[in-house]
């Protein structure tokens, strides 16, 4: 499966659960890790959770299968890892305290895609 295509079940799946403040970076041009970030934020520690299992159980519905998720057990920021793609999925005080929208602020304003909350 090519990465837009796991990039619409991502964001479908954060959307389907009502994610907030979903943003897409296209990191293809500055990194070998990943194509694209999405980083997503919920509204506790169960919203973090359910959010990331639910992307996790969507993109395996499809046919593929996370690499790896981490940080499930205190969930304030759940990573899940698909490669190509590279979801991180944070409470929103751990967002801001880490704030990597601003570590990758380099990059052209035409290389990243922002969605509106939902």
Partial sequence: MNSDTL??????????????????????????????????????????SSLAEHVELEAKKAGVQALGVEGKEGAEWVLVDFADIIVHIMQAA??????????????????????DES
């Avoid at 659960?17 to 990191?27: D, F, G, P, S, T």
């Avoid at 041009?29 to 973090?48: E, F, K, P, Q, W």
């Avoid at 751990?94 to 969605?115: A, I, V």
């Fill in 94 to 115: 751990t967002r801001s305290f880490y704030d990597l929208e601003g570590l990758w602020s380099h990059m052209e304003p035409s290389q990243s895609l922002s969605r």
């Fill in 7 to 48: 990039l619409e079940i991502v964001e479908n799946a954060l959307d389907e659960l009502k994610a907030e403040n979903v943003v897409v970076l296209n990191v293809q041009s500055m990194t070998d890790l990943a194509d694209y970030m999405v980083i997503a934020s919920g509204r506790s520690n169960r919203h973090v």
